[in-house]
């Protein structure tokens, strides 16, 4: 079945940091590079991008070990992947870090290949600008003669300048290296790596690898190829990393174009974490765009965070997986869970223009599932979006659905912020379909409707049928009518019955 949704566009407002200086080493002034990505890959608006890295550390996964050497932190926009990052960032949260080595990947400059080295200034953010340790930075060019000093690879390059705004609240005092890697021969990655590592022997130094893993499979291949990835970079096995990498692309997955963007930026920094004494990979956290509310899951792009350590012992958490679930009963507390789910999905999306990941929800929530989310206002309908596939988790589907109803429904305008706190959320979890043959297969108040007549469809949600008091020729010809057909067309169209489990916000929440 079709997801009766309308495309929903989140509109970030666009914004940049203007040209800055910052004073290093007496008066010298020294420039700024401004901030590209802005109300692009992360909120404009300071309030919101510190509020929004609140939000993402205070559901993150707990730290694992002390004092990470490494961490592999996802860049892509913070509504898809900033949880993911947070969990990787929560790692390090603990430690003094003087200075923090960004390694980012190459996306926009076309022929690039080697190192950039970011060796003066500063990088410039909605909260404030973190100075670049040019010393270091002039002690790697000369540690590593191939590397160089190119201003425009850093210009329109996210990988970097995204990770910037955590260490800005973690680690407030830090100095940052930045570095572009992009390197095909992972010999010269690894070098490069050891180089790094030569410069930051007795710093009190953190290491950010910036990658995000496979690009645009369908959300099975993607969960598949993405824990084997994962699970080969947490080994510290630089030819293991490697084979994986090349053989999986062999294999040729629709629509797999990569699976890692930043492959040399992890081998670098892996080969950079073991010349420093690490020995220990450890997966925190996965997700990909499709396991997030505002994304699909016909093509996706998956997120993991690992953290690599000198060793002892660690117990890596459960990876964000989705699963597929068999017996399927929600109990009053996973209920609960969901109807707090969406409305935090809402409220964060207005407080911080990005959304939470559906997170210890229950295990049903995890189940595929198909759900309509419904807004009332006064006991009014206010909003009313679902979708009746079974291709994604449940809790995904809630969160999704509730911005959808928010803010897509072409019925209403869309929901202001001032509103929230009246509106109650009612959400339906809905059974797998069933053709009927006939009209007298329905059962009103137990059944919800599909009809489908051509190219022309519509539902109606069980409680349709209670809350109007139709009969059930009124109640079909209004369900016509809704497709777009003439009433009584549904003596000869496709019929297909689901039923609900339905529950709602109590009056005062």
């Known amino acids: 079945m079709k997801e009766i949704i309308c ?40 309030t919101k991008l510190r509020a929004a890295i609140k939000a993402f550390l205070a559901d993150a996964k707990p730290a694992v070990a002390a004092h990470p050497v490494a961490i592999i932190v996802p860049h892509a926009g913070y509504i898809f992947s900033g949880q993911i990052a947070a969990d990787a960032y929560n790692q390090t949260r603990n430690g003094d870090y003087e200075l923090v080595a960004v390694l980012g990947t190459n ?32 002690e790697l060019l000369t540690a590593y003669p191939p590397a160089t000093l190119d201003i425009a690879v850093h210009e329109n390059e996210h990988s970097v300048e995204v990770q910037i705004p955590f260490i800005q609240y973690l680690f407030p005092n830090a100095r940052i290296l930045p570095i572009v890697v992009s390197e095909t021969d992972p010999g010269n990655c690894a070098a490069f790596g050891r180089a790094l590592a030569g410069v ?18 369908r959300f099975e291949d993607a969960v598949r190829i993405d824990s084997a990835s994962l699970e080969a970079i947490a080994s510290l096995d630089m030819d293991r990393m490697v084979s994986h990498f090349r053989k999986t692309i062999r294999q040729r997955v629709p629509q797999l174009s990569t699976c890692a963007c930043g492959e040399a930026p992890i081998i670098a920094a892996v080969a950079a974490a073991k010349e420093l004494g690490a020995s220990k990979g450890t997966i925190i956290s996965y997700s990909n765009s499709g396991y997030n509310p505002a994304g ?34 929600l109990d009053p507390q996973e ?47 206010r909003g009313c979006i679902g979708s009746m596939t079974d291709d994604r988790p449940l809790g995904t589907v809630v969160g999704a659905m509730a911005l959808h109803a928010a803010f897509n429904d072409p019925r209403f305008p869309p929901l202001r912020e001032s509103e929230l706190k009246d509106v109650e959320i009612e959400i339906s979890v809905l059974t797998p379909f069933k053709e009927v043959h006939g009209a007298e297969e329905i059962v009103l108040g137990r059944d919800g409707v599909v009809i489908r007549k051509g190219d022309r469809q519509a539902v109606f949600l069980p409680q349709v ?35 609900a489990d339905v529950f709602a916000e109590p009056a005062a929440h």
């Open 107 to 138: 996306h926009t400059t076309a022929g690039f290949e080697g190192a950039s080295v970011y060796s003066d200034g500063g990088f410039g953010t909605p909260l404030g600008t973190s100075a670049v340790d040019d010393s270091t930075a002039n």
């Open 7 to 46: 495309c929903f566009a989140l509109l970030l407002l666009i914004g940049s940091c203007r040209g800055q200086k910052i004073e290093t080493h007496g008066s010298k002034e020294k420039p700024v590079k401004p901030a590209a990505f802005a109300g692009k890959f992360y909120p404009a608006d300071s």
């Open 296 to 329: 699909k899951s016909d093509q996706v792009v998956g997120y993991g965070a690992v953290v690599i350590t000198e060793g002892g012992q660690t117990l890596p958490p459960e990876p964000d997986t989705a699963i597929s679930g068999t017996g399927f009963k």
């Open 200 to 217: 930051l022997k007795n710093r009190k130094a953190l290491i950010v690898a910036s990658s995000d893993l496979s690009h645009y499979p």
């Open 335 to 381: 209920k609960s869970a969901l109807l707090k789910y969406a409305r935090k999905t809402l409220e964060q999306i207005f407080a911080t223009e990005t959304v939470p990941l559906p997170r210890d929800l229950g295990s049903m929530a995890e189940a595929r599932r198909g759900a309509f989310v419904t807004l009332r206002k006064g006991g009014e309908l």
């Open 465 to 499: 049928a209670t809350e109007t008091g139709w009969d059930k020729e009124t109640f079909l010809d209004q369900l016509c009518n809704k497709a777009g057909l003439i009433s009584g067309d549904w003596k000869d169209a496709q019929l297909f019955t689901f039923q």
